[in-house]
């Protein structure tokens, strides 16, 4: 056994030097085929480009906000004076809660149908993925709009959190839905497979082999959805209001990014505003952390 490990160690050693160029390897394969060094430049640039300007973003609403957060900017009570931005971060949290515990099973179930169940070629799925992709691209003022004319006025349920969380269910639906389907695609069919061989059912293994290995792009979605309603001010300024207070759930009340575009719209407290930018960036990063912890431990079981 000792002598079989001896001799394959070497092996895989060899293999991996030769997998391995060098730079001037890499110099002369692009002075051969000049089309794939140009190719590398632009992939370099674009990565350079890209990092740089999310840098700068960063930098700069860190740099602008930092100096003005004060503890008045985090009092319990909005004034004109403070213009705290507390109730707003709560009704953030509110929302992003209200609108996940809604959307997020009715896209991973949709998915799951659409994977597991529907029949390949049926008209039916087509008609959903239509849909699903047309309502990625309709703009967040006209959800707003419906929101306020369906939710708001035909239900009665008036400027409310309940009717914001709704018309953002709306919004986030398809990309989770679209999400959560790819990430059920990708499972190999040998683990569904294996599965049926040892004698498990169809929902069974949906739900303990299928479900875990797709969590990682599954959660992905809800990254997606959740920067999205923590993003959101054209729907919410015609469904949940602008009213800077901590309600219950049929009050009106603004979230953080309804907060920083009613101060600077004001032009009153633009360095309260940029403040409210750190929060929310802040506040996003820690929300894609926990997830990104969340989607590793399930990952590993």
Known sequence: MQTNT??????VENMKKRNQTSTADRI???????????????TIG???????????????ILVKGIPYLTPDLFSLEYTSDN????????NTFIMTVLSLVIAAPLGIFAAIYLVEYAKKGNKLVQVIRITAETLSGIPSIVYGLFGM?????????????????????IMVLPVIMRTAEEALKAVPDSYREASFGLGAGKLRTIFTIVLPSAVPGILAGIILAIGRIIGETAALLYTSGTVAQVPNLMGSGRTLA??????????????????????????VLLINGLSGMVAKRIAKG
């Not at 001896?6 to 092996?11: D, G, K, L, S, W």
């Not at 674009?46 to 700069?60: D, E, G, N, S």
């Not at 309804?258 to 004001?266: A, G, T």
């Open 6 to 11: 001896a001799v394959v160690e070497p092996t």
């Open 28 to 42: 002369r394969s692009y002075l051969r085929h000049p089309g794939s060094g140009v190719l590398a430049l632009f």
């Open 46 to 60: 674009a990565a350079i480009v890209t990092f740089a300007v999310l840098l700068f973003l960063v930098a700069y």
């Open 83 to 90: 213009v705290s931005l507390m109730p707003s971060l709560i």
């Open 149 to 169: 004319l369906f939710f708001v006025t035909a239900l009665h349920w008036g400027m409310s959190l309940l009717a914001g969380a709704c018309t953002l269910v």
């Open 258 to 283: 309804l907060h920083m575009y009613v101060l600077s719209s004001e032009g009153l407290h633009m360095n309260q505003a940029s403040a409210t930018a750190v929060v929310i960036l802040l506040f």
